[in-house]
């Protein structure tokens, strides 16, 4: 393992300690069995690869949870699958709409700055 990667246990150490109250501790694993289990699907399929609308929505919950108990994008990317903290903004709305427009369309930057 290298020295970015951690285990789900010692992220929720590293992210969580001192900032949340005991009762919410729980690991990434445990949170995102609950929240598949209440979509109706796998644990591995929700942090999987595949983009079909009911595993993002899934996915998307996760990343709420973590957000609101003060988790990072960067921490919740490598927690749930080591995507880019920039994947995770995009799925939480936290780029602007000019930003998600061009990424969408492709077009010349020149649109970003208009």
Known sequence: MSATE??????DARELHGRCPVETLCTVQELAAQIAQQHGITTADMLGRSRYAHL????????????TRGWS?????????????????YALG??????RRYAASKGPITCLTK
């Open 94 to 99: 936290a780029l602007p709409a000019k930003a």
């Open 73 to 89: 994008y960067p921490a919740i990317g490598r927690a749930c699958g080591n995507r880019d903290h920039t994947s995770i903004m």
């Open 6 to 11: 951690y285990t789900p246990e010692e992220l």
């Open 56 to 67: 993002v929505s899934a996915r998307r919950d996760l990343y709420r949870v973590l957000r």
